[in-house]
Antibody
């Protein structure tokens, strides 16, 4: 079945980096764009941007430029989110979500990133 | 950026009730609006796309309407499984933006 499986929870110190993975299965990876969505503790959903899985071109929402990088490894049908110079305010659950013909129709289970000294 | 204003932020209702959640866009988004349901600790689930399209597998008690700047999500007869948070999202223009969410609670 179509699914996105994300990597496990991460506990990082301020200033460190983290790389979250999102492995797709059950469909042709390069046929659908991949979005990233952040949810801070107790807060709503925030769209971070998307990556074109054909060309690898990322598009970032304002507020997610500079320290945030979307990338791909199409050989293993996996999208990545890397965050560098982590801050306490990066503590959140990060979701990947496929952009299908309807909207964001398939979501990963989420990866909790906790930034704490 | 297009601002999405969703209300109410909290809604208390009983099983069997009909409830409506409203989402207003700061400018026209045509019909490029989706509704998601999210339960605690889980990923969002797509319910409605393009304002009124029912995603496959979603019960028919969920319906969406509207176009331009004003949209509604209606649940015709609340079931116990429906108590969750709901978010609208516009996907007409980058950056895609979400409403602040509506928490649907049991009365």
């Amino acid at each position: 079945q179509v699914q996105l499986v994300q990597s496990g929870s991460e506990l990082k110190k301020p200033g460190a980096s983290v790389k979250v993975s999102c492995k797709a299965s059950g469909y042709t990876f390069t046929s659908y764009a991949m979005n990233w969505v952040r949810q801070a503790p107790g807060q709503g959903l925030e769209w971070m941007g998307w990556i074109n899985t054909n060309t690898g071109k990322p598009t970032y929402a304002q507020g997610f430029t500079g320290r945030f990088v979307f990338s791909l490894d199409t050989s293993v049908s996996t999208a990545y989110l890397q965050i560098s110079s982590l801050k306490a305010e990066d503590t959140a659950v990060y979701f990947c979500a496929r952009r299908g013909s309807t909207s964001m129709d398939v979501w990963g289970e989420g990866t909790t990133v906790t930034v704490s000294s | 950026d297009i601002q999405m204003t969703q209300f109410p932020s909290t809604l208390s209702a009983s099983v069997g009730d009909r409830v409506t959640i409203t989402c207003r866009a700061s400018q026209s988004i045509s019909s490029w609006l989706a509704w998601y349901q999210q339960k605690p600790g889980k990923a969002p689930k797509l319910l409605i796309y393009k304002a009124s399209g029912l995603e496959s597998g979603v019960p028919s008690r969920f319906s969406g309407s509207g176009s331009g700047t004003e949209f509604t999500l209606t649940i015709s007869s609340l079931q116990p499984d429906d108590f969750a948070s709901y978010y609208c999202q516009q996907y007409n223009t980058y950056p895609y933006t979400f409403g602040q969410g509506t928490k649907l609670e049991i009365k």
